[in-house]
């Protein structure tokens, strides 16, 4: 089989230091990002049955897809397309009235791209690949010299500047986000297997058998979901792909399958461009199930989360409403408003309750004796008197009865709400029988 080393774009100069603020301002110039936000986001039960997973609310005050698009604007990139499909309604309400603040006049964009069935009348988008192929005449008309294609359902802080400069510095045709997971969990990845140089030789999505890395037999190395290629290399991919009877339209089952061992592609290691984690390893979650997406929030209420939020060089940026601050009321012995070791969002009123280890959207009201912990409560959630929350999610504008207990009878609560394997206990507006009015 013969390798093909063409690249798309001239070898760049050795002289080039990737790191040089400069020499990644004039690529990031040039790149176009394409985000895929169009997720079902099945495991997330009945939070995803009025909502995309991108825009699922998260740490108090953001949705999912905020992440993603403070990565591209704070690395430079300001150039941006969303494909959206599933119920994309919120979200996209969320992007017209948060998102609006780059200027066109300077070509800078994020730009809707829901499914409108452009190649043919009775296709939507078949997969990955396919979102970005049915918009390649949008992308055709800024020239970018890159594309950067990236999940927007994952939380973590990432520089795509560093990698785009890693990608010109190899002469790659592409290159592919990566960070090494335990051999167990690597079922639900894209895995790779890299040389020396970190070319990539080998990849498989989501086998049954991980391949190991070589010098972590319990690891292995999986993709991120976020992929830089030149930019005509790209569309001459996606065309030979189009034409493939059987493709399933998909990047890790059909395109990088394939180019793999055609073709120039690289890992970069997430280490070499995070931003803002305090722990020994790079901060990424995927918070795709109920019990991942309680445990990433509950990260959040420690002393010292492992994403720092407060970052003032690397802010995440989201559609805030104009809301008064948080409120705690009353004083007395056994009527005190008070929240320990939370998180507390504008709007909400803490009236003689407790609050403890949770994480309360805006707009909460938590009543008076209310006891409230270890828990998430998305905005306009109204806690009666005397309730207790335990180990809970409760969706939005869902309004908990007075008196009523979650989290302390596993038995009482399957019965009438969503119950993870874990115990965490999921509950919406829905079970409450408050209906889609209550939204």
Known sequence: ???NTRSSHPQTPAAHDPHDPRFISQLTRHTFAIILAGGRGTRLKQLTDFRSKPAVPFAGKFRIIDFTLSNCVNSGIRK???ATQYKAHSLIRHIQRGWSFL????????????????????QWYQGTADAVFQNQHFLRRYKPEHILIVAG???????????????????ADMTVACIDVPLAEAREFGVMGVDDDDRVVTFVEKPDNPPPMPDQPDRALASMGVYIFNADFLFE???RDAATAGSSRDFGKDIIPHIVPRHRVYAHRFADSCVGSSGQNPYWRDVGTIDAYWEANMEMTKVTPELNLYDRE?????NQEQLPPAKFVFDDDDRRGQAIDSL????????GAEVRRSLLFSKVYVHSGASVRDSVLLPGVDVGNNAVL?????????RIPAGMQIGVDAEEDRRRFHVTAKGIVLVTPEMLGQGAAAR
């Open 1 to 3: 089989m013969t390798i």
């Open 103 to 122: 200027d066109g006049r300077f070509d800078e964009f994020i730009q809707l791209l829901p499914a409108q069935q452009q190649i043919d009348e009775i």
């Open 237 to 239: 991919q996606l065309e």
């Open 390 to 398: 335990r180990r809970c999610v409760i969706d939005k504008s869902a």
């Open 153 to 171: 359902d994952h939380i973590y802080k990432m520089d795509y500047g560093r990698m785009l400069a890693s990608h010109v510095q190899k002469n």
């Open 344 to 351: 507390v969002s504008g709007g909400c009123i803490i009236s």
């Open 80 to 82: 941006i397309g969303v």
């Open 314 to 318: 690397w802010p995440i940026w989201t």
